[in-house]
């Protein structure tokens, strides 16, 4: 089992700045890739940044060029730095780990973005 805390969500103007933390404990060496996703009120959860264990990252186009995922592996953390923020990346954001037979969810982090 893997289990998953997500912090450092809240609201921010646009443009501004916002880094969320994942951090996890369990059977961590299971895990081949951590990802963040987001859902909308209304819309399907989305992919927005994967980092594998080798430490490929990819991103969705709706994100690219302002947020960066990145680990701290000797923290158990994955962090996804959001810049630029527009009033359309406002969601929850989920932290999602995916292990040899399965993937772990967070509980998830409320970002709004707004004057």
Not at 29 to 40: D, E, G, K, L, P
Not at 52 to 75: E, L, P, Q, W
Not at 87 to 102: I, K, L, M
Request: one cysteine or more; charged letters at 15%.
């Amino acid at each position: 089992q893997v289990q998953l805390v997500e912090s450092g969500g809240g609201l921010v103007q646009p443009g501004g700045s916002l880094r969320l933390s994942c951090a996890a404990s369990g059977s961590i060496v299971s895990i081949h890739a951590m990802r963040w996703y987001r859902q909308a009120p209304g819309k399907q959860r989305e992919l927005v940044a994967t980092i594998t264990m080798g430490g490929t990252t990819d991103y969705s186009d709706s994100v690219k060029g302002r947020f960066t995922i990145s680990r701290d592996n000797a923290k158990n953390t994955v962090y996804l730095q959001m810049n630029s923020l527009k009033p359309e990346d406002t969601a929850v954001y989920y932290c999602a780990a995916s292990g040899v037979w399965r993937d772990y969810w967070g509980q998830g982090t409320q970002v709004t973005v707004s004057s």
